[in-house]
């Protein structure tokens, strides 16, 4: 690996951590927060089903930078789930994630490792076949949690 491209993922990591931490003022601000994270991963998740689907063009490239945006954005929602944020602002969260928190957290880590170990590489294989294989599972892991945790 290139230093410049090492120094660039350091940085990465350096500014992944800051939204680790983040803390909120207010119930409403973690909720914006997390649904903007949330709207962020569905959009690029969308997109790589899309070509997945043969509903969109497959461009590797594209698949690519879909994949790093949902990797990154899997790993923003949780933190935003903290107590007291159940209400403050209008939300699809059901009280089944704070009465069922080991779960939900179960649920998460299963979502970002099926994200980190399945969906990037084959993103990043430049295989629609790869693509393809790796999409369905994943979207199993959203679906596994919307029954469960969001509101209809
Ligand atoms: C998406 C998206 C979701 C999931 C889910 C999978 O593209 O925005 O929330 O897939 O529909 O069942």
């Given at each position: 690996?290139?230093?410049?491209?090492?120094?660039?993922?350091?940085?990465?990591?350096?500014?992944?951590?800051?939204?680790?931490?983040?803390?909120?003022?207010?119930p409403e601000?973690?909720i914006?927060?997390?649904?903007?994270?949330?709207?962020?991963?569905?959009?690029?998740?969308?997109?790589?089903?899309?070509?997945?689907?043969?509903?969109?063009?497959?461009?590797?490239?594209?698949?690519?930078?879909?994949?790093?945006?949902?990797?990154?954005?899997?790993?923003?929602?949780?933190?935003?789930?903290?107590?007291g944020t159940d209400k403050g602002r209008e939300t699809?969260a059901?009280p089944?994630?704070?009465?069922?928190?080991?779960?939900?957290?179960?649920?998460?880590?299963?979502?970002?490792?099926?994200?980190?170990?399945?969906?990037?590489?084959?993103?990043?294989?430049?295989?629609?076949?790869?693509?393809?294989?790796?999409?369905?599972?994943?979207?199993?892991?959203?679906?596994?949690?919307?029954?469960?945790?969001?509101?209809?």
């Amino acid at each position: 690996m290139k230093a410049t491209s090492r120094l660039t993922l350091a940085l990465l990591a350096a500014a992944l951590a800051v939204p680790a931490m983040a803390q909120f003022a207010k119930p409403e601000d973690a909720i914006k927060y997390r649904q903007s994270a949330l709207t962020v991963l569905g959009t690029h998740f969308a997109r790589l089903g899309a070509m997945a689907n043969g509903k969109m063009a497959y461009d590797a490239a594209t698949a690519a930078a879909d994949a790093e945006v949902v990797a990154v954005a899997s790993r923003l929602p949780w933190h935003a789930f903290g107590p007291g944020t159940d209400k403050g602002r209008e939300t699809a969260a059901r009280p089944e994630i704070w009465q069922e928190g080991a779960k939900f957290k179960e649920r998460g880590e299963a979502m970002m490792a099926q994200v980190a170990d399945k969906l990037v590489p084959a993103a990043k294989s430049g295989s629609l076949d790869e693509l393809k294989t790796a999409f369905g599972p994943t979207a199993k892991r959203c679906k596994a949690c919307h029954d469960d945790f969001r509101r209809k």
